[in-house]
């Protein structure tokens, strides 16, 4: 996988021309200013206008193939390449979106001219270089919609709409989804065209054929390579169709209609939330409060080059619908995607690397293993109680000695099946030197059960002596030793108080104060009871234990918050205890009206504080300096 790398969201302008011959006699409320820029009325003055830089504009001579080539076709490199890339078009009601996604027969939009863009790219001489460096090419497509929140399936639709998932790579994908594999245009348009008959349109006021879904097409295109290193990329394109935000009041809708429109300016308003929050650099991003956004979460703030074609209207009736959908498009420009190359390797094999044995292995934790589970085996018959901190060592022993005689004889078998016979002796390639090395491997195998076997009668002579002199631990051993070591023990005894009370630190200070060290703080002084006074008055002990303040270091404290309540900021003041975000604003917005602090108390001047509020600040930032 290579190193992800940073990809802005594209964002292009498309103005479609007037449809009512009055409207076009009219002055268009949207004027272009060149091949990146364009300038719309301002609402608020009339003389004035309000300007507006994008990727791209195109104005109403613009073709669709100008459309695909400045905005589509750079993306289809990086989808062959094993990156994702995304192509969307958002706009009100009636403005071409669809016209621009689909086209028609004669003047074909941009899916039809990205699938035969893709197609001919494959073909190209590029990806099959006479160095040798071959690929092969799988194509395959989904397609669906989102309907009032649901998720259907347009090339197999089914009785019920789809979820939505996500894997532990943070993919976003839709189970049960039918997926067709074409090898061509052609064999593309027998499953596209019937599919988008599936979808789901109506007619209003402001559009005979309305769209009343998102539709979105998903192609992915995996490369593999035919030689070595092997490496398979898969690339994903999305190309999406957004309904278009409408005005109930303009459309006329009732019913269905009403319910559709609620949906899908529900869906929208929250794609607006998420690129505000990505813009801000919000913690949470509402991606799941919208199928929709939950869909395009790989094109907007995630690993997807993202291109947007923002189609508008030039009629002065639809100034608002174009003035909110170009403040949209002007946002999304500011987010920026980190795509990265999925790429896997895929190392074909011909065959079994190893050649597996019946009854034996060479490996050595099988054998390991093996030892371990048989019953037959020797630490199981010469189990016995040995010393708890030797008992590890002689196991781990055990079990190495076992398995490296399982291995060896493992391996005596594999050579001793490869011997050659007598009748092939002589055609053989050195005989001598493979009786040389199993008669090693028999002097190897000796001399091991050998040291298994002095190991065994080691720990045979340890337990008797053990039994016999009364092996003790180390540690009894050398208490045993020392008779006049003695451990010495904690006598906790319970301590009685009287019940004490500790006074609020807003009470007058008192002088008794010394150094503790050579430090120059000290926070607060702890007064002990007179045990006379304590025995004759019992409401003296109750006044005697108290903790005053410093009366130094609350001079300081008290200094330091007046400094910050006069010339700190609105974060500054957040830093003092019990003051949040709107209280900071409110002690600002006063000082700045009203002038400086004299004093704390003089919080109690502020508009909007409580009394009880300014009691728990002062109490809380009594010996809290700011931090």
Known sequence: MANKQKSRVQVGVRLRSALRQEDRAKKPCVNGLGATSLEIW???????????????????????????????????????????????????????????????????????????????????????????NQWEFKISFSYMEIYQEKVFDLLEPKPHDLPIRQDRDNNIFIPNLSDKQVTSVKEFQTYFVPASKNRTTAATKLNNRSSRSHSILLLKIQKTQTQAPYRKQLGKMYLIDLAGSENNKRTGNQGIRLKESGAINTSLF???????????????????????????????????????????APEEVNYMDTYTTLNLAAKSRKIVNRPFTRETIDNPTSGPLKRTLSGSSISGVPAAKKAKTSPNSQPSQNKQTVAPFLSPLLKRQANFEEAMKQRLQSLETVLTQLQPSESTASTSGNPAKDKQLLQQLKQSRKHLENLQQEHRDLKENFVVFKAKSGFKSVCAKKKDSDKSFVVPRAVIKPRTVEKHCISPPIMPCVKQSTAIGNTDVQFMKIVKPNAKASSSDPDSSSKAWSMTPNPELQAKHTAEIL????????????????????????????????????????????????????????RNNLLCGPA
Not at 58 to 71: G, H, I, N, P, R
Not at 109 to 121: A, D, E, K, Q, Y
Not at 286 to 305: E, F, I, V, W
């Open 42 to 132: 301002n609402w608020r003055d009339s003389q004035q206008t309000i300007k507006y830089d994008f990727d791209a504009f195109f104005d109403k001579e613009s073709t669709q193939k100008q459309v695909y080539e400045s905005c589509v076709k750079p993306l289809l490199l990086h989808t062959l390449n094993g990156q994702n890339a995304s192509v969307f078009a958002y706009g009100p009601t009636g403005a071409g979106k669809t016209h621009t996604m689909l086209g028609t027969d004669v003047n074909p939009g941009i899916i039809p001219r990205s699938v035969n863009g893709i197609f001919h790219s494959i073909r190209s001489s590029r990806w099959n270089k006479p160095d040798g």
């Open 270 to 312: 929250v794609l607006g939330q998420v690129v505000d929050a990505l813009n801000q650099g919000l913690p949470r991003i509402p991606y799941r409060d919208s199928k929709l956004t939950r869909l395009l979460q790989d094109s907007l703030g995630g690993s997807s080059h993202a291109y947007m074609i923002t189609n508008i």
């Open 563 to 618: 400094h910050v309540l006069n010339s700190g900021t609105v974060k500054d003041l957040k830093s003092l205890q019990s003051i949040g975000e709107k209280r900071a604003k409110l002690i600002h917005n006063w000082r700045e009206m009203c002038g400086k602090f004299e004093k704390i108390e003089d919080l109690y001047k502020v508009n909007g504080l409580p009394a009880k509020t300014i009691d728990s600040i002062i």
